[in-house]
């Protein structure tokens, strides 16, 4: 266990989610509250590297509760992967009297956060921000809520012109790796089906749902796809229907990079609130190499390692209820 700090950096690094900048803040005010202080570093592991810091306050995080993205940057970076970059960042943030560090991101964050911790005996916890909802150790990951209400809000619009004019719509919704966002817009959204790497779909299954929904005299359909699934990408995937089905009028939308602009919901702003004063509270007791999460609506501190090689799975009473409600 590492002594209570007295000077917290924190960074956000990987893909921006929504409710981030609440993350910083909930950070910023916590520390400021406890009387420490507190650093933000611009650009994530390679502002840390280039020393790019400002010193913050209360009053330097007013305003940001309801902004998306992150007003500290976000950004990849290659030298943090080699141990030449991560000696020169210890080196930076030491000069500066940092003494513990707040990660705010996703899977490769923690990743390098996990290694620069052991190299350097750094005092680093995590805080989840991804809309992929894909870390192990927490219910919910800061955006993924408001990535999930941006996708439905896309999808009813595109339900309206799926049925003025009985087209068959692939709606692909991000998941890398994972079908969270998939498999909640399609339960929410009335889809037809959902294509996600958890469900193993065939288009055999496919082609029956579609015959299905035909023979019911649904018109109008909508299947969500998640960008990582195992039937190919969604072009592949409305090229195969269009062979099997070619009377019917199928369209392609890829939702991209909405999913992660916005304003976040208040459900990201007050997880993001909840996790910000845990991560500050668990560096004050002497926690690092750890994960702030949030399951059954408690805190609770993961390992690094845990959280980025086990998998958080999705819930199958979720998908055996998007079963019985497609008929």
Request: a positive charge.
């Given at each position: 266990m590492h002594k209570a700090p007295s000077h917290i950096a924190v960074l956000t690094s990987g893909g921006d989610a929504p409710g981030m900048n609440a993350a910083i803040r909930a950070v910023v005010r916590s520390a400021v509250y406890y009387e420490k202080k507190v650093t933000g570093v611009y650009n994530g592991y390679e502002g840390l590297i280039d020393g790019n810091y400002e010193e913050l306050?209360?009053?330097?995080?007013?305003?940001?509760?309801?902004?998306?993205?992150?007003?500290l940057k976000s950004a990849r970076s290659q030298r943090f992967r080699t141990t030449e970059g991560r000696k020169e960042a210890y080196s930076k943030m030491s000069a500066a009297g940092i003494d513990a560090l707040i990660v705010i991101g996703g899977d490769g964050s923690f990743t390098g956060a996990k290694i620069f911790s052991e190299e350097y005996n750094v005092q680093i916890i995590g805080v989840p921000g991804t809309i992929d909802n894909d870390l192990y150790g927490t219910d919910f990951t800061i955006g993924y809520d408001t990535a999930s209400n941006t996708a439905i809000e896309c999808i009813d619009k595109i339900r309206d012109t799926a049925s003025s004019h009985d087209r068959l719509f692939l709606v692909e919704v991000m998941g890398r790796d994972s079908g969270f966002i998939a498999l909640r817009s399609a339960i929410a959204?009335?889809?037809?089906?959902?294509?996600?790497?958890?469900?193993?779909?065939?288009?055999?299954?496919?082609?029956?749902?579609?015959?299905?929904?035909?023979?019911?005299?649904?018109?109008?359909?909508?299947?969500?796809?998640?960008?990582?699934?195992?039937?190919?990408?969604?072009?592949?995937?409305?090229?195969?229907?269009?062979?099997?089905?070619?009377?019917?009028?199928?369209?392609?939308?890829?939702?991209?990079?909405?999913?992660?602009?916005?304003?976040?919901?208040?459900?990201?702003?007050?997880?993001?609130?909840?996790?910000?004063?845990?991560?500050?509270?668990?560096?004050?007791?002497?926690?690092?190499?750890?994960?702030?999460?949030?399951?059954?609506?408690?805190?609770?501190?993961?390992?690094?390692?845990?959280?980025?090689?086990?998998?958080?799975?999705?819930?199958?009473?979720?998908?055996?209820?998007?079963?019985?409600?497609?008929?």
């Open positions: 306050n209360s009053r330097s995080v007013k305003y940001i509760l309801n902004q998306g993205g992150t007003f959204s009335g889809a037809l089906e959902v294509i996600m790497p958890e469900n193993n779909l065939t288009f055999d299954q496919l082609y029956q749902a579609i015959e299905k929904a035909g023979k019911n005299k649904k018109f109008s359909n909508i299947i969500v796809v998640a960008e990582g699934n195992k039937l190919g990408n969604i072009f592949e995937i409305a090229d195969h229907l269009k062979t099997k089905f070619s009377h019917l009028d199928i369209k392609v939308t890829i939702l991209g990079h909405l999913q992660r602009g916005g304003s976040p919901t208040v459900f990201d702003r007050v997880l993001a609130s909840k996790l910000g004063v845990a991560a500050v509270e668990g560096l004050l007791i002497g926690r690092s190499n750890v994960m702030a999460g949030i399951m059954n609506n408690q805190v609770i501190y993961t390992p690094f390692e845990e959280a980025i090689t086990r998998r958080a799975y999705i819930n199958p009473e979720l998908i055996r209820i998007n079963k019985i409600l497609t008929i």
